[in-house]
């Protein structure tokens, strides 16, 4: 499984706009300045987002971006699974469908479904508050002991 750019900056922009909304809407421009990525690039994930209702947009001179909800709603499963479209390490068990004729065989396909359930269990624990808040204990778990909470 590999996190493309298009799921790190929907991420990036989450984090932007509960950091930064107050109680209005924030621009797109003012986001790219503070992460320095494109506008171009962030209207295509932008309008993901919109689309899968995670965010509100206002047109208009004080217009922009919010999130639809609070930071502590959204599941970091829920998030990459919108810009990703599946995080399955392997193809053959590419959203939650076994696409492999030798499956009832497949001495490995185990594995790929364990690690696939994995991952997705602990990104369904992590939310954007605890990305937000820098919740390393919550995030890292029992990854690095000697990490700083």
């Known amino acids: ?87 399955a390490p392997v193809e053959c068990i590419k959203n939650n469908d076994l696409n492999c004729d030798r499956a009832a065989s497949c001495m490995t396909l185990p594995l790929w479904v364990g690690l696939d359930r994995a991952i997705m269990k602990y990104l369904s624990t992590v939310t954007l508050e605890d990305v937000i808040n820098g919740d390393r204990k919550k995030m890292l778990g029992d990854w690095c002991e000697t990490c700083e909470a």
């Open 1 to 87: 499984m590999m996190v493309s750019s298009k799921g790190k900056y929907a991420l990036l922009v989450m984090v932007d706009l509960a950091q930064n909304q107050g109680d209005g809407h924030v621009s797109l421009a003012d986001i790219a300045e503070r992460q320095g990525l494109s506008m171009k690039y962030l209207e295509s994930i932008v309008a993901i987002l919109n689309k899968g209702d995670m965010l509100q947009s206002l047109r208009g001179k004080n217009g922009g971006y919010r999130l639809a909800r609070p930071a502590s709603d959204y599941r970091m499963s829920e998030l990459l699974a919108l810009t990703e479209g599946s995080l």
